[in-house]
Nanobody
Framework: QVQLAESGGGLVQPGGSLRLSCVTS????????IAWFRQAPGKEREGVCC????????YYADSVKGRFTISSDNTKNTMYLQMNSLKQEDTAVYFC???????????????????????WGQGTQVTVSS
């Protein structure tokens, strides 16, 4: 069973930045796609962004486009989520996820299917507040 572990969450003021990391027990390139999701209190888990490793394409939810960047370091088996210009509405638990099976994102990314991803991290809390 592949294991994922997030880190890097915390409390940040509006307009600030955070970088989340997700270490995988497998090789990043063994996954067909890697993704970040988030879940705010009382809300459904929603897609934030993803990368499909077959062509390196990245997809973002409209709410984070231009502010968040997903990336990976294959030598460290680690994926990242760089979050800039954070807003209070970005407050949520953030989860990394991966799938080894062929998968194509369907827009909008916010509705990315959680069932398509078989490997999940435990989540890391991000709180944006003054």
């Amino acid at each position: 069973q592949v294991q994922l572990a997030e880190s890097g969450g915390g409390l940040v003021q509006p307009g600030g930045s955070l970088r989340l990391s997700c270490v995988t027990s497998g090789h990043i390139l063994d996954y067909y796609a890697i993704a970040w999701f988030r879940q705010a209190p009382g809300k459904e888990r929603e897609g934030v962004c993803c990368i499909t490793n077959n062509d390196g394409s990245a997809y973002y939810a409209d709410s984070v486009k231009g502010r968040f960047t997903i990336s990976s370091d294959n030598t460290k088996n680690t994926m990242y989520l760089q979050m800039n210009s954070l807003k209070q509405e970005d407050t949520a638990v953030y989860f990394c996820a991966a799938t080894a099976y062929p998968w194509a994102p369907h827009l909008p990314i916010e509705t990315m299917d959680t069932l398509a991803f078989e490997s999940w991290g435990q989540g890391t809390q991000v709180t944006v507040s003054s």
